[in-house]
T-cell receptor
Framework: DVKVTQSSRYLVKRTGEKVFLECVQD?????MFWYRQDPGLGLRLIYF???????EKGDIPEGYSVSREKKERFSLILESASTNQTSMYLC?????????????FGPGTRLTVL | SQQGEEDPQALSIQEGENATMNCSYK?????LQWYRQNSGRGLVHLIL?????REKHSGRLRVTLDTSKKSSSLLITASRAADTASYFC???????????FGKGNQVVVIP
């Protein structure tokens, strides 16, 4: 079974802090994704990566950056957290080399920015 | 960007009843997927149906796809309390490899 883990289930940070959310997958998937989920808005794609050191902007990249130094790890960085970044953050991975297929999600990190 | 739109947004049924959810989308697609999310957890993939398929089954799940109407339905037969969750449809627009999720459909199965 594919396993996607996220570094924290719950996180509380203060405005202006730098926040790191980490995601690790164990299935050697090339593709990894970061989403945020908000009530009434569903899942919105922040960034994704098709390979090590590669990244592409999703639909709402502003205020975020990402890092993919190793294939299994995809980090989401909030350079200076703001209250409007309070949300549920979901990481997902997907096998490459085929038309978009199943994505495997981590358990999510609920981030609160005070 | 969001494409799928689930209907109804919320559904409450008795255990043992069937639950039907619909999803509409706007552009041509490669495939459509359904995911389940239990409260406060990540999403779990349920089933994928390709654009050239009309119906697919997996256990108690039945998915249909009508590309002429740009809609899909998810049927859960003989529902159980454990089926209480949010259900999302997600489409892969034609020519685009990114999943576009709907806003979700909350299903509550009453024991």
């Amino acid at each position: 079974d594919v396993k996607v883990t996220q570094s924290s289930r719950y996180l509380v940070k203060r405005t202006g802090e730098k926040v790191f959310l980490e995601c690790v997958q164990d299935m050697d998937h090339e593709n990894m994704f970061w989403y945020r989920q908000d009530p009434g808005l569903g899942l919105r794609l922040i960034y994704f990566s098709y390979d090590v050191k590669m990244k592409e902007k999703g639909d709402i990249p502003e205020g975020y950056s990402v890092s993919r130094e190793k294939k299994e790890r995809f980090s989401l960085i909030l350079e200076s957290a703001s209250t409007n970044q309070t949300s549920m953050y979901l990481c997902a991975s997907e096998e490459s080399g085929r038309s978009t297929d199943t994505q495997y999600f981590g358990p999510g990190t609920r981030l609160t920015v005070l | 960007s969001q494409q799928g739109e689930e209907d109804p947004q919320a559904l409450s049924i008795q255990e043992g009843e069937n639950a039907t959810m619909n999803c509409s989308y706007k552009t041509s697609i490669n495939n459509l997927q359904w995911y389940r999310q239990n409260s406060g957890r990540g999403l779990v993939h349920l089933i994928l149906i390709r654009s050239n398929e009309r119906e697919k089954h997996s256990g108690r799940l039945r998915v249909t796809l009508d590309t002429s109407k740009k809609s899909s339905s998810l049927l859960i037969t003989a529902s159980r309390a454990a089926d209480t969750a949010s259900y999302f449809c997600a489409t892969v627009p034609y020519g685009n490899n990114r999943l576009a999720f709907g806003k979700g459909n909350q299903v509550v199965v009453i024991p």
